[in-house]
């Protein structure tokens, strides 16, 4: 199982623009095989960060997400409005 934490800065002004696209983001990317929980988060007080948390059953699964058609097209949509790069974790279950 592999889990992501993966952490989108959005200029505030921006964040109109990019909600759509992250609800778009999420709703296809729960229907791809492989993924087994895939949610967005907002963190009261801090407008512009959203929070990824995700659940994959293996890397490839994981890498079949980042080449789909839905995320290379919104993706790089979303990063032209961040206000500074993303952080993305990447962790197996420890064993």
């Known amino acids: 199982m592999i889990r992501v934490v993966a952490k989108n800065f959005i200029k505030p002004e921006k964040t ?10 999420v709703a296809e ?11 967005l ?3 009261p007080g801090q407008p512009g960060l959203y ?3 995700e659940e994959w059953e ?6 079949r997400h980042t080449k789909s058609a839905h ?4 993706v790089p949509q979303t990063r032209a409005m ?3 790069p993303g952080e993305i ?3 197996e279950e420890f064993r």
């Not at 791809?32 to 895939?38: A, F, H, L, P, T």
């Not at 293996?58 to 890498?63: E, F, G, I, N, V």
């Not at 995320?71 to 919104?74: E, K, L, N």
């Open 89 to 91: 974790m990447i962790m």
């Open 58 to 63: 293996d890397r490839a699964a994981l890498d």
């Open 51 to 53: 929070v990824y948390v």
């Open 82 to 84: 961040a206000e500074k």
């Open 16 to 25: 109109g623009e990019a909600e759509p696209l992250f609800r778009e983001l």
């Open 29 to 39: 990317t729960q229907k791809e095989e492989g993924c087994i929980e895939y949610r």
């Open 71 to 74: 995320y290379t097209r919104i």
């Open 41 to 43: 988060f907002v963190i």
